[in-house]
C-alpha cells in the first residue's frame, strides 16, 4: 500500500484518530505561505463532502485559508503574500514636510560638537518644545502632530542630540 493510499484510509475514517490530528497539525505547522494552503486544501480534498466543515471542527484550521488553497490548486496561479505592506507606517507617510519642518526649527539654535570629535549636533531645545513650534510655526493641527517621542525618534534619526553643549574647558597643567 503507497502512503497516498495509506493517507486517503486515515482520512476516510468518520473521526479522525488523535495521531492523523496531530500529523497533519504538525506538517501544517512546518509549512509556509502557499505550500501550507495548498497542502490544507488537498487534506480537505481527501476528506471528501464536507471537508472544509471537517477540518474547521476537528483541526482547528480557518476555511477562508482553505477556499484560498483550492483557488489556487484550480486556477494554477499561486498568491503572493504582502508581508511587507502590513504594519504601522512611519510619520513621514502621513506629513511628507515632517522631517524638513523639524529641520528648520532646530538647525537655527543648533550647534556642533565643540571638541570636533563627531559630527553629531547638538541642540538645546526640547522635543516638547519642537512639537509647540511646529503648531504654532508650521500651522500643525493639535490632532495631526506627532507625539513628543516620535519627533524625539525623527530627532534622532537626523542626527540631532537634544541636550546643551558643554564648553570645551582648558586641560589643567
Known sequence: MSDHEHTLNLLAIDELSLETKAFLNETRAKLK???RRQFMARVVSLLGR???LRAEKELGWDRKTIIKG??????????????????RKPAEAYLPNLLDDIQSIVNPVSQADPTFRTTNLYSPITAKEVQRRLIEDKGYLLDTVPARRT???????????????????????
Open 33 to 35: 505561505g502557499h505550500e
Open 50 to 52: 464536507g471537508g472544509q
Open 70 to 87: 483550492t483557488k489556487e490548486i484550480n486556477s494554477g496561479i499561486t498568491c503572493i503574500d504582502n508581508f511587507f505592506g502590513r504594519g
Open 151 to 173: 519627533i524625539s525618534d525623527k530627532l534622532n534619526q537626523l542626527g540631532i542630540k537634544l541636550r546643551k553643549v558643554s564648553k570645551c574647558r582648558p586641560k589643567k597643567k
